[in-house]
């Protein structure tokens, strides 16, 4: 049974929770891992999880297999502004997720949390020079004005996978506002971080609950980011269909719009069809569908090469 150990007293005013799980380009989980070391956050919470709940993989080294360390989900606080943070190290699927976000639900009830926020990442065929744009989905329709004054564009459809999505319609239940905000990065660059995508949120967060960064530290960590995914983006920027025109204007000419839940569906089928390779059926199937098998040739045929 999933339980919260508390190390220390806190004490809040009416605080926010903002709270990220890894997902596509690292976003949320940037987010708040940037906001607990440069706010000084103060750690005084732990939700300790069943290690055989959530364990999913093994640790090898020099050949020897063994259980790895089970991940943490841990609360920080700051004063002035009040914030809580809740980081949690890994993605939980099912029951195991729904009792994890009951907990976190149960510490946004003690402490009297006003609102939740949380971030994703909204992968469009767009290049990686062009600047986030950031959206956000609510759980309650009043949030959404409030929202739009920070210049946040409202999400109209689609689907938030995880439990960065999750936790909405969970606080929904409880009563507590909770937002999402969600960053457009570039749809060829998933599986990479995006420190850009998460500063743009940071930003946002900045505007909203009313604290300051020094940003240099994560201005570094974009810049070489941003060298990579110009050696990707030169090699799939035509069969992705990005428009490069200069750094003034970038606009994406999508061939076919790909939604963000099947971009997560084709990175769980590679990661499946590296010990299965009956999986590899189903993700020939799916890039062909979506015209995407020549910016993944590579990396498919490397699932049959590393076998040989």
């Known amino acids: ?4 150990k508390y190390n220390k007293d806190i004490g809040l005013i009416d605080p926010v929770m903002i709270a990220g799980w890894p997902g596509m380009g690292s976003v949320a989980l ?3 891992d940037y906001l607990q070391r440069k706010l000084n956050a103060v750690r005084f919470a732990e939700i300790e999880v069943d290690p055989l709940a959530v364990m999913d993989s093994v640790t090898v080294e020099e050949g020897i297999a063994s259980f790895g360390p089970a991940p943490k989900n841990l609360f920080y606080y700051t004063k002035n502004p009040d914030i809580i943070i809740f980081k949690g190290e890994a993605q939980l699927a099912g029951h195991e997720g729904i009792l994890l976000l009951e907990k976190v639900l149960d510490v946004a009830v003690k402490f009297n949390v006003s609102r939740i926020y949380t971030g994703a990442a909204f992968p469009l065929p767009l290049s990686h020079t062009e600047a986030p744009v950031v959206y956000s989905a609510v759980n309650q329709r009043n949030l959404k004005e409030p929202l739009a004054r920070f210049g946040l564009r409202p999400m ?10 999750l936790v909405l319609a969970f606080a929904g239940k409880r009563s507590i506002e909770a937002a999402c905000l969600l960053a457009t990065m570039p749809q060829y660059a998933i599986s990479l971080p995006n420190p850009k995508a998460s500063l743009a949120i940071i930003e946002v967060l900045q505007k909203m609950v009313g604290f300051k960064l020094n940003i240099s530290e994560i201005g570094e960590y974009i810049r070489e980011m941003d060298e990579k995914m110009a050696i990707i983006e030169d090699k799939v920027k035509d069969v992705m269909a990005i428009e490069v025109k ?3 204007h970038i606009a994406p000419r999508p061939k076919k719009v790909v939604p963000p839940y099947i971009m997560q569906k084709i990175e769980k089928l590679f990661s499946e069809a590296a010990s299965d390779k009956a999986k590899a059926i189903l993700l020939k199937s799916e890039l062909d569908r979506w015209d995407l098998y020549k910016a993944y040739e590579d990396r498919f045929l ?3 090469r590393e076998n040989q």
């Not at 049974?1 to 919260?4: A, K, L, V």
């Not at 109209?156 to 999505?165: F, P, Q």
């Open 156 to 165: 109209e459809s689609g689907h938030i996978a995880g439990l960065n999505g």
């Open 1 to 4: 049974m999933d339980r919260i």
């Open 246 to 248: 200069g750094p003034e």
């Open 302 to 304: 490397d699932l049959f």
């Open 30 to 32: 940037g987010v708040v």
